[in-house]
T-cell receptor
Framework: DVKVTQSSRYLVKRTGEKVFLECVQD?????MFWYRQDPGLGLRLIYF???????EKGDIPEGYSVSREKKERFSLILESASTNQTSMYLC?????????????FGPGTRLTVT | AQSVTQLGSHVSVSEGALVLLRCNYS??????LFWYVQYPNQGLQLLLK??????LVKGINGFEAEFKKSETSFHLTKPSAHMSDAAEYFC?????????????FGQGTELSVKP
């Protein structure tokens, strides 16, 4: 079974702090994704990576950056956390080729910024 | 451009009743469609997907969905709801070839099941 793990289930940070969210997958997937989930808005793509050190902005990249130094690990960075970044963050991975393959999700990190 | 609309942010059914969750899509390319389920405090799990092989798609836990091109719909159904079906359900459409498998998600529908 594909396993996607995220470093924390719950996180509380203060405004202005630098925040790191880590995601690790164990199936050698090429593609990895970071989403945020907010009520009534569904999932919105923050960043996407299709290979080590390769990244692409999603629909809402402002205030975020990412790092992918190893194939299995994709990190989301909030350079200076703000209260409007309080949300559920979901990481996903999938095989690189073919449009019909599904994404596999981690359990999510619920981040609160105070 | 692709988009997904889920009609109804909350749906409530009685245990044993039919479950119908609606999803309409817009796609400029042949669509690949997915239904995901999210149980409380968990990530998303794939229920089923449409990849053009068959218009009626069967998934896990007794769910199925029918692709109707003329109606641009991919509604999710289950004949008899169970208490354990209470969750949030997301419909998604693939952005198309050469897009790395990126998906566009609907807003989600929360399903409640009454005893």
């Amino acid at each position: 079974d594909v396993k996607v793990t995220q470093s924390s289930r719950y996180l509380v940070k203060r405004t202005g702090e630098k925040v790191f969210l880590e995601c690790v997958q164990d199936m050698d997937h090429e593609n990895m994704f970071w989403y945020r989930q907010d009520p009534g808005l569904g999932l919105r793509l923050i960043y996407f990576s299709y290979d080590v050190k390769m990244k692409e902005k999603g629909d809402i990249p402002e205030g975020y950056s990412v790092s992918r130094e190893k194939k299995e690990r994709f990190s989301l960075i909030l350079e200076s956390a703000s209260t409007n970044q309080t949300s559920m963050y979901l990481c996903a991975s999938r095989i690189g080729t073919g449009v019909s393959y599904e994404q596999y999700f981690g359990p999510g990190t619920r981040l609160t910024v105070t | 451009a692709q988009s997904v609309t889920q009609l109804g942010s909350h749906v409530s059914v009685s245990e044993g009743a039919l479950v119908l969750l609606r999803c309409n899509y817009s796609s400029s390319v042949p669509p690949y469609l997915f239904w995901y389920v999210q149980y409380p405090n968990q990530g998303l799990q794939l229920l089923l997907k449409y990849t053009s092989a068959a218009t009626l798609v069967k998934g896990i836990n007794g769910f199925e969905a029918e692709f109707k091109k003329s109606e641009t719909s991919f509604h999710l159904t289950k004949p008899s709801a169970h208490m354990s079906d209470a969750a949030e359900y997301f419909c998604a459409v693939s952005k198309g070839n050469n897009q790395g498998g990126k998906l566009i998600f609907g807003q989600g529908t929360e399903l409640s099941v009454k005893p």
